[in-house]
């Protein structure tokens, strides 16, 4: 925007009701222009409507005056032209195909899953985007960094080409063979070197490593912290001297605070040996383990095994927490006063102790599985610090063993705080694939079906689609909130969800079912018109994308 621009633009946010306007003077084309306009506005220019016309009249002269004389800056001494863009060598979708403006209809919009569903079928078939469409996906990448993984594959070398020549489009890490781009880390902003060391670190963790052992010192808090969160991709033994050093050395108190929740994800880690030490202290014989054959090793082991046959009464507290703060436990980044009004001093030391060791520590310590423990806990004094932490520490490194103990005992989170149905799904969300949809089958239900389908636990991966058993029992639930009395305001976001993750042999069905249900009841259609019309649209871009890639 030029200066005059600039100025007419400051008069409008002044209101011309306040002051009339002004145009500047200038002895050019558009200059003599403007002020011809303001002397045919003459003495209306008093008359409030008038004066603003007049401005907007005047900001269209100049934007048209400037889109016409546009002048590309000259090339300096020493430019050179951009590269030629490399040879496409898959196939590309015909411009002339129904897909090419269904698509582009869909780019522009925010519904991540109906974008990936139309990459996907491309990327299935080893087609690349057709050259009108690369602006619009390009464009569609740059808000949402969900769909650039899929993106990068099908965009292919003319659109990697040209987004690399638009800082706004220069989104992709990788090269359009999906191999990480080295130029990405050198020059690109820090997105894209986020991008590049993920996938560095997917493929070759200790090169990812090296990389930033080279740059920590150049990179701010921020940066590090950001790049230390994706050690956790291929995270081992190899990289604890370096997340060792971080804890004891960084300056930023974040970074520390992420190197350690790596280190307590390593069983061997040298951390998590001194908090098990630790915790060890702090487990009586109740909660000791069973048997000789333990992990337990030396006097400790011999001591805990020999109180446990003298069994006590089951009102006896398994666990102890230290009476006094030691200091040393602060280069751990234990602390000494809980910032949680609901923990006092001591469960506080036990839970930051406790999340500091993975889940596995405490069946391998005990000699008990996580449902004992669990049991073990909910008699305990420290129960509220102890559930936090393992928690907690699932949240951190999900463990399909005990999201399954915490789903059956009802001790997640959500339930303890009384939302046990998001509570519920966040633990389903951990288990293995087949068994986890199998939870869902089990759980969903017209009260469940918003956790489900909108919930902070609902299936996170834009390719998911539903089972054809737990689609059908989804229907069914929504159906059900149809034909219930009163107004679901819900209905809309959850109709178009369900559009979105139902397989799309479903669809049809499903369109049927839903529409019999708004037809139930006098004032029902009026309710749910505008959800059923937008679910209806959906399913239909879904079929029409189906039919033109089948």
């Not at 001093?345 to 036990?350: D, G, I, K």
């Not at 520490?393 to 009384?418: C, I, K």
Request: net charge negative.
């Amino acid at each position: 925007m030029n200066a005059t621009l600039r100025l007419l633009g400051a008069q409008a946010l002044l209101g011309t009701a306040r002051r009339a306007p002004e145009f500047p003077v200038a002895d050019t084309p558009p200059g003599r222009l403007l002020q011809e306009l303001a002397g045919a506005a003459g003495d209306k220019s008093a008359d409030p409507e008038a004066a603003a016309r007049m401005l907007v009249r005047g900001a269209g002269v100049l934007t048209v005056c400037a889109l016409a004389g546009y002048v590309p800056a000259a090339s300096g001494e020493g430019d050179v032209a951009p590269p030629v863009c490399p040879a496409e060598s898959r196939a590309m979708l015909p411009e002339e195909s129904a897909a090419v403006d269904l698509c582009r209809d869909i780019f522009s919009g925010k519904l991540v899953r109906l974008q990936w569903e139309a990459m996907t079928y491309l990327a299935e078939r080893g087609m690349v985007l057709p050259s009108s469409l690369i602006v619009p996906a390009l464009n569609m990448g740059r808000w949402n960094s969900a769909v650039r993984p899929l993106l990068a594959r099908v965009i292919g070398e003319r659109g990697l080409w040209l987004a690399a020549l638009n800082p706004d489009w220069n989104l992709f890490a990788t090269s359009a063979a999906g191999e990480p781009d080295p130029d990405a880390w050198d020059h690109g902003r820090p997105a894209q070197r986020q991008a590049y060391f993920q996938a560095v670190r997917a493929h070759d963790p200790a090169r990812a490593r090296e990389l930033f052992e080279q740059d920590m010192n150049a990179m701010d808090a921020g940066e590090r912290t950001a790049l230390l969160e994706l050690f956790s991709i291929g995270l081992s033994m190899e990289d604890e001297d370096l997340l060792e050093r971080l804890l004891r050395k960084d300056r930023g108190r974040e970074v520390r605070r992420t190197a350690a929740a790596l280190l307590a994800r390593l069983p061997e880690s040298r951390l998590v040996a001194r908090m098990g030490e630790r915790l060890l202290a702090c487990m009586t014989e109740r909660a000791a383990p069973e048997a000789e054959g333990s992990s337990w090793t030396g006097g400790l082991c011999r001591a805990a095994s020999g109180l446990f046959r003298r069994l006590k009464a089951e009102r006896d507290e398994p666990f102890a927490p230290p009476e006094t703060y030691d200091p040393a436990w602060a280069a751990d980044l234990v602390s000494e006063k809980s910032p949680h009004k609901r923990f006092g001093p001591r469960a506080w030391w036990l839970y930051q102790m406790a999340a500091g060791v993975p889940l596995s520590w405490w069946t391998e310590h005990s000699g008990k599985s996580p449902s004992d423990l669990l049991a073990l806990a909910a008699r305990s004094e420290w129960k509220d610090a102890l559930l936090t932490a393992w928690n907690d520490v699932l949240r951190r490194d999900p463990n399909p063993e005990w999201a399954r103990a915490l789903l059956e005992s009802g001790q997640g989170d959500a339930a303890r705080s009384g939302d046990g149905r998001s509570g519920q799904f966040a633990l389903v969300a951990m288990l293995p694939p087949a068994e986890r949809e199998a939870e869902r089958i089990r759980r969903v239900a017209p009260e469940t079906l918003g956790d489900l389908l909108l919930g902070p636990h609902a299936p996170a991966d834009p390719g998911y689609r539903m089972s054809p058993e737990l689609a059908d029992r989804a229907v069914a639930a929504a159906r059900a909130r149809m034909t219930a009395t009163g107004r679901d305001y819900g209905m809309t976001a959850l109709l178009r969800e369900l559009a979105l993750v139902l397989p799309v042999d479903r669809l049809d069905a499903a369109a049927r079912v839903l529409g019999e249900a708004a037809g139930t009841g006098g004032d029902a259609p009026p309710r749910y018109s505008e959800a059923l019309g937008e679910f209806s649209a959906l399913a239909l871009r879904r079929r029409t994308l189906h039919a033109c890639f089948s």
